[in-house]
């Protein structure tokens, strides 16, 4: 497996379609229903193996009905799942915060919902190199190739800020090289070589660190502090048009995030593989054995306005002065989550 690009074939070569195309082919399936139709309407979704998301939580903890989750397949990635409701595959998606600005920022008719992952310091995500690595400071990453589960999104954001914040000039940064590749395989794909470097987040690092033999550059935790960094987003037509319905799903899913954040971890553990084994999708247990802690650090997943401004230095670096202008105001809504008038839990 070789996983260093051909000349020209980097990162910086910019992925210009993905937002606009999504953007555009939103026709299929509105939702036209007035307040009141709630009942038996089925909600549409892709999930991750081994990952029980929150609205799946939700569901299995009798906060969901009388709504009903269908499961269509499992996503490849954060922006794949936003593409996909946008387009009206499904009906509801979560992302990097910064794909969902970017998205917007192209004219989807989405708004973000509810805060759904972030970091913190049980839950997090570290840039790895192996343990004889000469690599030690940001700078020896210079000429470097770097694997990271989606190119555009959380890692790239993260790896892109932290070599900025380390002293490294725009064209030392634009030599470090980023590709995509599977959370699955990138340890391996370390270990044997064909990365210098690999962002690993939240299980398939800890996992990394019980295997040995690597070493941790940094983590987001330690460069971010504890943070919202990704969230669940609707589209704009069912917020307008079927409003019950969307109240409904935030504040279940919001109740299910907070029942984990007030659970003890052994609990939410054994819940977590109840619910994957239950599901029959042929699926391992691993991502749930690891689970450490929710990294939504605000009281069932209510947003703030930091979760995103926070990323949008980056966009301005990447000269895209729209997504990194764009308003908190015009990205998310916290009008349906029921904790958004209590006082915000903050923990690390």
Partial sequence: MNLRPSQGATRRSFLKNTALCAATAFAARPFAKAAGTLPGETLRYQGWAGVVLFPELADDLGLLAPLKLQWVGNTTSGPQDLQ???????????????????????????????????????????????????????????????????????????????????????????????????SVVAETALRHGTLDAAVLPTFFRDAALAHGGLRELTTDYEFYGATNMDSVILRNDMLQNAPDLAQHF???????????????????????????????????????RHWRSTAV???????????????????????????????PESIYTNRFNPFATEAPLEKG
């Fill in 84 to 182: 996909a409701t946008v387009t009206n595959n499904t009906d509801f998606a979560g992302a990097f915060n910064g794909s969902i600005m970017k998205m917007i920022g192209a004219g989807a008719p989405v708004r973000a919902v509810l805060a759904y992952a972030g970091s913190d310091a049980r839950s997090c995500m570290g840039i790895f190199v192996r343990g004889s690595s000469v690599i030690r400071t940001a700078r020896d990453l210079i000429g470097k190739v770097i694997g990271v589960n989606t190119l555009r999104a959380q890692g790239e954001c993260f790896v892109d800020q932290y070599l900025r914040q380390n002293g490294l000039t725009d064209d030392e940064i634009r030599q470090v090289v980023l590709v995509g590749i599977s």
């Fill in 250 to 288: 935030v504040a279940a899913t919001a109740q299910a995030i907070a029942w984990a954040q007030n659970t003890p971890q052994a609990d939410v553990i054994a819940r977590y593989v109840s619910i994957i084994r239950k599901r029959g999708r042929d699926e391992g247990v691993f991502p749930a």
């Fill in 297 to 327: 650090v605000t009281k069932g997943g209510v947003i703030r306005p930091r979760d995103y401004t926070q990323f949008q230095p980056w966009y301005a670096w990447r000269r895209d002065a729209h997504t990194a202008s764009l308003a």
